[in-house]
């Protein structure tokens, strides 16, 4: 069978990976594993055997007979993974993994963080130079949006690299197995819209000081009146996720002074 491009399809051909993976995942007989892309069953093999509630989400109609006879007692829907209503799967948190197809991570891991409360923790095969954009540190030039934005709803955690020869077809890029942790922060704790507009506009021209950038969404007074004490001239680099939610608060801060 052919892998299909337009689904992202590299399926993993390295038992020592496989073996890594599961172990980093370590899932347990009453846990509740929603697999992403379980394609030829090159891990979902080993997650069935060690979870008894097992739940598959494959968008290739083509590989479903093939799962769903090698794997009768798990619930698969045949479907687009981001379509997937991820609190009907519930009530019992989640423990999400795959091996993700590349095209599509990016708004995944967004379509993800809508239902993050219901999460125990995710598992994710993904290219590499994503992979170092989710765990990317302050000062760090992979430090950016998406940065920022997962790591105010999770704890992220590299695991290891793999290289391209570990797949058929290989792809063209290293990638990198990760580890995230939803939070379960209290949401009133930011206004979303605004920690988006904040983190766009700073990163939207990361080379520019502060100050030029946020003078963009209010007047640099207006900032000070609303108690943003932050270095005016330093760059986005450098601007640490506190300081991004502080941000986005004084942007939706109302006071009749400012
Ligand atoms: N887990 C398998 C492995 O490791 O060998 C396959 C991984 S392959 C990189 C990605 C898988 O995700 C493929 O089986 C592909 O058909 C599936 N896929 C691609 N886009 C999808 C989507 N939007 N929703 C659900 N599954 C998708």
């Not at 799962?67 to 829907?77: N, S």
């Not at 993904?126 to 170092?132: F, G, M, R």
Request: some cysteine; proline content about 7%; charged content about 20%.
């Amino acid at each position: 069978m052919i892998a299909r491009k337009r689904f992202g399809q590299h399926f993993l051909d390295s038992t020592q990976v496989i073996t890594d993976t599961i172990s980093a995942i370590n899932p347990g007989p009453s846990d509740h594993v929603v697999e992403i892309g379980p394609g030829r069953g090159a891990l979902t093999e080993a997650l069935y055997g060690r979870s008894k509630q097992l739940t598959l989400i494959e968008i290739d109609r083509d590989l479903v007979p093939g799962l769903r006879q090698r794997f009768p007692g798990a619930a698969l829907h045949n479907q687009d993974v981001l379509e997937m209503d991820f609190a009907s799967l519930g009530p019992k948190p989640l423990r999400v993994v795959g091996n993700l197809p590349y095209n599509i991570s990016t708004p995944l891991l967004m379509h993800l963080m809508a239902f993050e409360s219901g999460i125990t923790d995710m598992h994710f095969m993904l290219q590499k130079e994503v992979a170092e954009r989710i765990t990317a540190v302050p000062g760090n030039k992979a430090w950016g949006r998406l940065s920022v934005l997962l790591q105010y709803y999770c704890k992220t955690e590299w695991l290891f690299d793999v290289a391209p020869e570990c797949f058929r077809p290989p792809p063209a890029v290293w990638s990198a197995v990760i580890r995230l942790q939803p939070r379960h922060l209290d949401k009133a704790a930011v206004d979303l819209v605004a920690l988006d507009q904040v983190l766009k506009a700073i990163f939207g021209q990361r080379r520019k000081q502060l100050g030029n950038t946020l003078k963009t969404l209010l007047p640099l007074e207006t900032w000070h009146a609303r108690g943003v004490t932050i270095d005016f001239t330093a760059r986005a680099e450098s601007v640490t996720l506190p300081t991004f939610v502080a941000l986005a608060n004084a942007l939706t801060r109302n006071d009749a002074n400012s």
